[in-house]
């Protein structure tokens, strides 16, 4: 068998492979992005938009985002198989969060109880990204939302190794990439086509506040990214963008629903997705 065939391993202790899961600042800036949008999707504000809700991080790492939600009022548990990051997560945040070692495909919660679930560029790294997503939609409660930063096959720069066109190769010839410029021995990392992405999550109803965030980064806590002269565009003029945007941001619903929040100047697009 070879290398290119071999079933994936889990990849343990991420947040030792990957420093940037150990960069706070970063990370807790990406929370405030992720909790407006999901404030906005519910029709919630305030300092703490998420009071009174069941909060879930799947793939919380060393904790940042998980503390934020909970910051925001959410009862929240953090789960991953990542042993060091939830190690230094209680350390620093046990008083907070609950933080559970748990595989996103069996997640430790009764069927429609979780009212918000993060899935923040994690379903590349897990070995089934479609067990994962089940299961989210197993546990999320009838009103319940997932929030999913995601990345996809053909964005122009890999973000974990910033190769050009990495994401697009074979799984043989992104090994041999990795090789010659000195990255690694293997390309773990696997990404959907926009096409497979709105596959996977079909058993939601999905809306894509991309746009919307590239619009308004300050109010959606975007500025550590968007340059203020993206916001300035047209409408016209970022959707005509949206092919080159390596990230999407989707809000998605356990049942159909609509955004509830105030009016945007950009406002969210409803996700064409497959029959269920």
């Known amino acids: 068998m070879s290398d290119a065939d071999r079933p994936r391993e889990e990849q343990l202790a991420y947040s030792e492979l990957m420093d940037k899961m150990l960069d706070e600042s970063a990370r807790r800036?990406?929370?405030?992005?992720?909790?407006?949008?999901?404030?906005h999707g519910l029709g919630r504000s305030g300092e703490r938009p998420l009071e009174g809700l069941r909060a879930v991080d799947v793939g919380c790492s060393a904790g940042?985002?998980?503390d934020e939600l909970a910051l925001a009022g959410a009862q929240t548990t953090g789960v991953d198989i990542d042993e060091p990051g939830l190690a230094k997560a209680r350390e620093r945040f046990g008083d907070r969060v609950d933080f559970q070692l748990a595989r996103g495909e069996d997640l430790p919660f009764e069927d429609g109880s979780v009212d918000v679930v993060v899935l923040n560029h994690i379903y590349e790294h897990v070995v089934d990204p479609d067990a994962v997503v089940a299961d989210i939609h197993r546990v999320l409660a009838p009103g319940g939302v997932l929030y999913l930063g995601i990345g996809h096959r053909w964005q122009v720069i890999e973000p974990h190794h910033r190769l050009p066109f990495l994401s697009?190769?074979?799984?043989?010839?992104?090994?041999?990439?990795?090789?010659l410029t000195g990255k690694g021995e293997h390309y773990y990392e696997r990404y959907a086509t926009?096409?497979?992405?709105?596959?996977?999550?079909?058993?939601?109803?999905?809306?894509?506040y991309t746009l919307?965030?590239?619009?308004?980064?300050?109010?959606?806590?975007?500025?550590?990214?968007?340059?203020?002269?993206?916001?300035?565009?047209p409408e016209k003029a970022l959707a005509a963008t949206l092919p080159l945007v390596p990230t999407y941001v989707w809000l998605a619903f356990?049942?159909?629903?609509?955004?509830?929040?105030?009016?945007?100047?950009?406002?969210?697009?409803?996700?064409?997705?497959?029959?269920?």
């Open 212 to 233: 919307p965030v590239l619009a308004d980064p300050a109010a959606f806590s975007g500025g550590d990214v968007i340059p203020d002269w993206v916001g300035r565009l």
């Open 168 to 179: 697009w190769l074979p799984q043989r010839a992104a090994d041999r990439y990795m090789r």
């Open 194 to 208: 926009p096409a497979g992405l709105r596959r996977m999550f079909a058993a939601f109803d999905v809306w894509d």
């Open 64 to 66: 940042f985002i998980a």
């Open 29 to 39: 800036q990406k929370a405030a992005k992720l909790i407006s949008v999901i404030a």
């Open 254 to 276: 356990r049942q159909p629903a609509t955004p509830a929040g105030p009016a945007l100047r950009v406002a969210p697009r409803h996700v064409a997705l497959p029959s269920r």
